[in-house]
C-alpha cells in the first residue's frame, strides 16, 4: 500500500504490511474505504465549525481587540491548516499518489510548522490567563493587541527555526535529482538524514518540557489566588487545565510511532487497521474536540453560536413555507 504521511510525524502504511499471511486484501479496502469517510466526515464539520469562528470573531469587535480571543482564533486558524494538510496527505497516501519531492517538501513545511504552533499558542494561552487572574491591574498594560500580534510572530519564528536546519541538511546531503523524484509525501522518506531524524526528536523534547512547564507553574499560581474563592480565578484554573488536556493530546502526536509499534506487534494482522485508527485518535479527534473544548465553552462565542443558529432556523422555516 501507500505511504501516508501525518504532518510533522511519521505516519506510514507500508508495503511489507500488506504482503503477511492472513491479510485480507478486499478487507484492507474496505477498512480504508470507510477510515477516508470517517476522516472527510470529520474535517468538514470541524472546518465548518471554525470558519464560523473565524466569521464571528472578523464580524465582532469585542473579539478583535481582546488578547484572549486574538490567541484563540489563531490557535483555530492554525489547527484548520494543519487539519486541512494533515487530512490530505492522509488522503494521498490512501490513494496511492505520489508527488514530486520538491512539492511535497512545499506541502511539508506549513504541516510542520503548524504542528509546532499548537503548544506554543497553548502557553501563551496559558499565560495571558496566569497575567489577567494573578496581576489583573497590570494585565491591560501587558496583554495588548499589539503585543499579542508579536508574541504570534514570535511563534512562527521559532517554529521556523526548528524547520530551516532539516531544509539545509537536505540541500547537503541529497542530489539535485532527489527533489524531482516522485514519492509518497511523508516526511522520513523527504528529510532521510539521521541528523533531520535526531534534531526532531530533541527539539520536541525540548518543546514539550518548556510548555508543560509553563502549564504546571499557571496552574500551581493561579491554584492558590482560586483558593481565595475568585470566580474569574477558577474560571482561570479550569481553562489551564483545559490547556494541559490539549497538551496531553499534543503529546500522543509525538509519541504515535511508539503507540503504532506496539499495537502492531500486540496484533500483527491488523496492522493496517490500526494505522488508520491512531491517525483518526491522534491527527483528527484532537483537531475535533478543540473549537468544542475552547470556543463552544466560552459564554461570549456561545452566545453568537446561538444567534446565528436561531437565524439559520429561522431561514430554513421561511424557505420551507
Keep these: 500500500m501507500s505511504?501516508?504521511?501525518?504532518?510533522?510525524?511519521?505516519?506510514?502504511?507500508?508495503?511489507?504490511?500488506?504482503?503477511g499471511p492472513g491479510v485480507?486484501?478486499?478487507?484492507?479496502?474496505?477498512?480504508?474505504?470507510?477510515?477516508?469517510?470517517?476522516?472527510?466526515?470529520?474535517?468538514?464539520?470541524t472546518c465548518s465549525i471554525n470558519?464560523?469562528?473565524?466569521h464571528i470573531f472578523n464580524k465582532h469587535q469585542i473579539f478583535r481587540f481582546n488578547p484572549r480571543y486574538i490567541l484563540f482564533i489563531h490557535l483555530v486558524l492554525n489547527e484548520t491548516l494543519q487539519l486541512t494538510?494533515?487530512?490530505?496527505?492522509?488522503?494521498f497516501g490512501t490513494s496511492y499518489f505520489t508527488i514530486y519531492v520538491s512539492l511535497c517538501v512545499l506541502i511539508l513545511l506549513p504541516a510542520i510548522l503548524t504542528t509546532r504552533n499548537t503548544p506554543l499558542n497553548l502557553a501563551c494561552m496559558a499565560a495571558e490567563c496566569y497575567i489577567s487572574?494573578?496581576?489583573?491591574?497590570?494585565?491591560?498594560?501587558?496583554?495588548?493587541?499589539?503585543?499579542?500580534?508579536?508574541?504570534?510572530?514570535?511563534?512562527?519564528?521559532?517554529?521556523?527555526?526548528t524547520i530551516l536546519p532539516d531544509i539545509f541538511i537536505?540541500?547537503?546531503?541529497?542530489?539535485?535529482?532527489?527533489?524531482?523524484?516522485?514519492?509518497?509525501?511523508?516526511?522520513?522518506?523527504?528529510?532521510?538524514?539521521?541528523?533531520?531524524?535526531?534534531?526532531?526528536?530533541?527539539?520536541?523534547?525540548?518543546?514539550?518540557?518548556?510548555?508543560?512547564?509553563t502549564l504546571l507553574y499557571t496552574y500551581f499560581r493561579i491554584l492558590f489566588v482560586a483558593k481565595a474563592a475568585s470566580s474569574d480565578a477558577k474560571k482561570a484554573?479550569?481553562?489551564?487545565?483545559?490547556?494541559?488536556?490539549?497538551?496531553?493530546?499534543?503529546?500522543t502526536l509525538y509519541m504515535q510511532s511508539l503507540l503504532k509499534q506496539l499495537l502492531t506487534y500486540l496484533?500483527?494482522?491488523?496492522?493496517?487497521?490500526?494505522?488508520?485508527?491512531?491517525?483518526?485518535?491522534?491527527?483528527?479527534?484532537?483537531?475535533?474536540?478543540?473549537p468544542v473544548v475552547y470556543g463552544i465553552r466560552d459564554k461570549t462565542f456561545r452566545m453568537y453560536y446561538k444567534k446565528y443558529f436561531m437565524c439559520f432556523q429561522a431561514k430554513a422555516t421561511r424557505v420551507q413555507i
Design 51 to 54: 470558519t464560523l469562528m473565524i
Design 133 to 161: 487572574v494573578c496581576f489583573p491591574l497590570r494585565h491591560g498594560n501587558i496583554c495588548t493587541v499589539k503585543k499579542t500580534y508579536i508574541a504570534i510572530g514570535i511563534m512562527w519564528v521559532i517554529s521556523l527555526l
Design 237 to 251: 484554573r479550569n481553562t489551564i487545565l483545559l490547556h494541559g488536556f490539549q497538551m496531553l493530546m499534543c503529546m
Design 85 to 91: 494538510l494533515s487530512v490530505s496527505l492522509y488522503l
Design 267 to 290: 496484533f500483527p494482522k491488523h496492522s493496517i487497521s490500526i494505522q488508520h485508527a491512531i491517525f483518526i485518535l491522534i491527527q483528527i479527534i484532537p483537531r475535533c474536540l478543540s
Design 24 to 45: 485480507n486484501q478486499g478487507m484492507l479496502s474496505v477498512t480504508a474505504t470507510i477510515a477516508s469517510l470517517v476522516v472527510i466526515l470529520l474535517s468538514i464539520i
Design 170 to 213: 537536505l540541500l547537503i546531503t541529497e542530489e539535485l535529482e532527489f527533489l524531482k523524484m516522485r514519492v509518497f509525501c511523508d516526511r522520513d522518506r523527504v528529510f532521510r538524514s539521521s541528523y533531520s531524524k535526531s534534531k526532531r526528536d530533541v527539539s520536541h523534547i525540548f518543546f514539550l518540557v518548556v510548555v508543560c512547564l
Design 3 to 19: 505511504s501516508s504521511s501525518a504532518p510533522g510525524t511519521n505516519f506510514t502504511f507500508t508495503e511489507g504490511n500488506l504482503t
